[in-house]
């Protein structure tokens, strides 16, 4: 038994101050965070590739990244999570999808409760970082690049993730956007959801705290003026073509983060 990541339905947080200015600009400085992240990443790659890199150890490695980026600065309020504990299992989470921190955090929050893979793209399983710990997951893979084949594996794989009682994370979006597109929102956790009469949960977050690299995409800047703010909805039955639920989930996502002050284009 994973041990609940919060106590309450609402997580808020802020780094408190220290006395030494130094140790404290050091203990927040982006290179900090980087070295110590890198680390987390090496050491949970050589523990997957040993075979023994469970749900527990995921969600663990999770937690500690968000006390990482807690010393660096990141201001987390997470609300939500009693939709989880109270929902019929397994799950269909439907997710924005901004930066790396949601991958990286969603774990900590989420595997305590309910077991969990993702839907990622295929070059995330094939990363020589990343890839081992991805692998271990059992994840659905997809390519991004024709939406009928996408939509056909996601069918088959994640039907069979389902039915094994484990969860399942989707983002809809086909990459990370700091601005919300509902036109770029497919149907495919939607669609999911409703051919395995699962329930669906929508998260809405905005997570640029953590910004997207020029470089390296998945080791950008950290932007201390940005709350990173996780919402879980409330659980939704698909019924009918699922186009209703659809057009709720995107409701849902729109009006927190315009409530956060995050951008949304509006159609």
């Not at 794989?157 to 484990?166: Q, Y």
Request: charged share 25%.
């Amino acid at each position: 038994m994973l041990a609940m990541p919060f106590s309450s339905n609402e997580y808020k947080t802020a780094v408190p101050g220290n006395r030494n200015p130094f140790s404290s600009a050091l203990k927040r400085s982006r290179l900090v965070f980087i070295l110590r992240y890198i680390g987390i990443v090496l050491r949970t790659r050589r523990i997957a590739l040993k075979g023994l890199y469970d749900t527990r150890a995921w969600a663990d490695s999770s937690l500690y990244i968000l006390y990482l980026l807690e010393n660096a600065g990141a201001r987390f309020t997470v609300s939500g999570l009693d939709n989880i504990r109270k929902s019929e299992k397994p799950i269909v989470f439907i997710s924005n999808h901004m930066s790396t921190l949601e991958t990286m955090i969603l774990p900590g929050l989420i595997a305590p409760i309910t077991d969990v893979t993702f839907v990622v793209k295929d070059t995330l399983v094939e990363h020589p970082l990343f890839g081992p710990v991805m692998r271990s997951r059992d994840p659905v893979t997809v390519a991004r690049k024709n939406s009928r084949e996408d939509l056909v594996k996601v069918m088959t794989e994640g039907s069979e993730i389902l039915g094994r009682g484990r969860s399942i994370v989707i983002f809809p979006q086909s990459t990370r956007r700091d601005i919300f597109n509902p036109a770029e929102f497919n149907t495919l956790g939607i669609k999911l959801a409703l051919r395995n009469n699962a329930t669906v949960i929508p998260i809405a977050l905005r997570t640029d705290f953590w910004k997207n690299g020029k470089l390296v995409k998945d080791l950008g800047p950290l932007d201390r003026k940005a709350p990173v703010m996780i919402k879980f909805g409330e659980p939704i039955n698909v019924s009918g073509s699922g186009k209703q639920e659809h057009n709720d989930i995107v409701r849902f996502i729109s009006s927190c983060l315009d409530k956060w002050g995050s951008p949304v284009i509006n159609i």
